[in-house]
């Protein structure tokens, strides 16, 4: 009798670790994804960090320079340890994905060339927001960013999460109204 085999588990997220690996080599990026959602409020927890980077020359060269140096490796469905690719990352390499699901020794890192519903880092870019998070500036995407992509991903698991987004953002506008009556 066959065993059944596990999905794979994560490993714990390094976030912080991905995000200085990436101010460290002057990534261009918008934050995408569950840990931006937490950064606006959500409640909902992640096993990854999504990233959707800038795709000038420049960047890519960049990007490849910190997944190089993160180790990062494709994270095919299924194994818990992803492999390596058959070369070191290089922007042209990088050109050919439209995205990437990799592990790392800081946990699990998607990077999305161009999210659902969206046409990359430079639409995102003008809607995000910025924090800083231990020192690092990041720029998150705007939860009319992120609700608009999950509508176009569709699937049960990105549909479910959209009441909660949408309430999410209410409450914000509200709060911003209240504020802005109080001045």
Known sequence: MARRREPARPPALGARALLERLARHRVDYVLIGGVAERLWGSPRLTDDLDVCPATGRTNLRRLAAALNGLGAAFRPAGPEEGFAPPEPWSESSLGNF?????????????????????????????????????????????????????????GTRYLAQLPLLRELREQRRRLKEERETEQ
């Open 98 to 154: 439209t995205s990437l699901a990799l592990t790392t020794p800081h946990g699990w890192l998607d990077v999305w060339f161009r999210p659902d519903g969206t046409s990359g880092y430079d639409e995102l870019v003008r809607n995000a927001g910025e924090v800083e998070l231990g020192g690092i500036p990041v720029r998150i995407a705007s939860l009319d960013d992120i609700i608009r992509s999950k509508e176009a991903a569709g």
